[in-house]
């Protein structure tokens, strides 16, 4: 089993619209959570940390959830702009370790 | 203040021959990694520097591949014999204490052997 894991996608969501993208992780003593987007053929960049409360960036929530192991992002009224991949990021052992990332293409 | 630059940028090489990658981290970050990429494909971990401790090289692909971090700032990694399944995006990554805060990523070497 991989120690971050994703849906690959991808998903295919209408200009507007809710998408909501789930990561799991294996090691139970990580304390620190990212979500990154890449596009196309740039190197990936900080989208916003995890908090254990959960946190909330405009139209971006993320969530953590101990319990059940996996971190959340929500992406409500969704742009063009928003198409891209989304990775998530889990420290363990004092590294960072990547999901490999959720394609998302918001459709018009 | 300035981010993580690598060098160059882009880089077309033989097969057969040996490349040197270079990063600038941001300045005072102590933990740097190194990634590779594929078109289409999700980072593959490579080496992790952290401060002065021992590196992690558990991600290099083969003994043609090393890195180098001198005085703790500017890494080199270094790629012997180039095989064309080398070609990749090579991603240089650096954090201010490592595994608990964010990483900067520069803008990568994209490296082509032909």
């Known amino acids: 089993r991989k120690e971050v894991e994703q849906d690959p996608g991808p998903f295919n969501v209408p200009e507007g619209a809710t998408v909501a993208f789930n990561c799991t992780y294996s090691?139970?003593?990580?304390?620190?959570f990212f979500w990154y987007r890449q596009d196309c053929r740039k190197e990936p960049k900080l989208l916003m940390s995890v908090y254990s409360s959960g946190n909330e960036d405009g139209r971006f929530t993320a969530q953590l959830n101990r319990a059940s192991q996996y971190i959340s992002l929500l992406i409500r009224d969704s742009k063009l702009s928003d198409s891209a991949t989304y990775l998530c990021?889990?420290?363990?052992?004092?590294?960072?370790?990547w999901g490999a990332g959720t394609k998302l293409i918001i459709k018009p | 203040g300035a981010g993580v630059s690598q060098s160059p940028s882009n880089k077309v090489t033989e097969k057969g021959k040996d490349v040197e990658l270079r990063c600038d981290p941001i300045?005072?970050?102590?933990?740097l990694y190194w990634y590779r990429q594929s078109l289409g494909q999700g980072l593959e971990f490579l080496i992790y520097f952290q401060g002065n401790s021992a590196p992690d090289k558990s991600g290099l692909p083969s003994d043609r591949f090393s890195a180098e971090r001198t005085g703790g700032s500017v890494s080199t990694l270094t790629i012997q014999r180039t095989q064309q399944e080398d070609s990749a995006v090579y991603l240089c990554?650096?954090?201010?204490?490592?595994?608990?805060?964010?990483?900067?990523f520069g803008q990568g070497t994209r490296l082509t052997v032909v």
């Open positions: 990554a650096s954090s201010l204490r490592g595994g608990n805060t964010e990483a900067f």
């Open positions: 990021v889990v420290n363990s052992n004092y590294q960072l370790i």
């Open positions: 090691n139970s003593a990580s304390q620190s």
């Open positions: 300045s005072g970050h102590t933990a």
